[in-house]
C-alpha cells in the first residue's frame, strides 16, 4: 500500500506536470533520470485540513519527496452500511492530494 499510494501521488504531480515517470527493471524513471522515493507516512484523517500544509513543508524541509497514506474507508463511510460516503471538508482526500502535489512541488498548479 505504502508504494502505490506514493505512485499515485507521483502519477498525479507527474500529469500535472507533464513529466514522464516511468517504472524500468531496476528503478523508477522521471523524464528519464533515475529517481529515489523518499516518502514519509501522514495520515489526513487524524489532521485539520488547516494543518496538512505545514506538516507536508516539514517532511520536505526533512529530504522526503513522496508522501504515502491510506485512505481510511470506515472515516468516509456514513451510514456503515455502505451505501452513503462522505469526500468533503475534512474527509476530502483529493484535496490532500492536490495539497500534497503543491507542497512537494512548488511548480506544480493544482486547482480543484
Known sequence: MFLIASI??????SSVLSSNFTISESSFLLNGSPIILRSGSLHYSR???????????????MGLNAVQFYVPWN?????FEGKEYKFEGDRDVIRFIKVSAGVMYEEAKVTR
Open 8 to 13: 499515485l501521488l507521483f502519477f498525479t504531480v
Open 47 to 61: 489532521i485539520p485540513p488547516s494543518l496538512w500544509e505545514d506538516r507536508l513543508d516539514r517532511m520536505k524541509s
Open 75 to 79: 472515516y468516509h463511510e456514513v451510514d
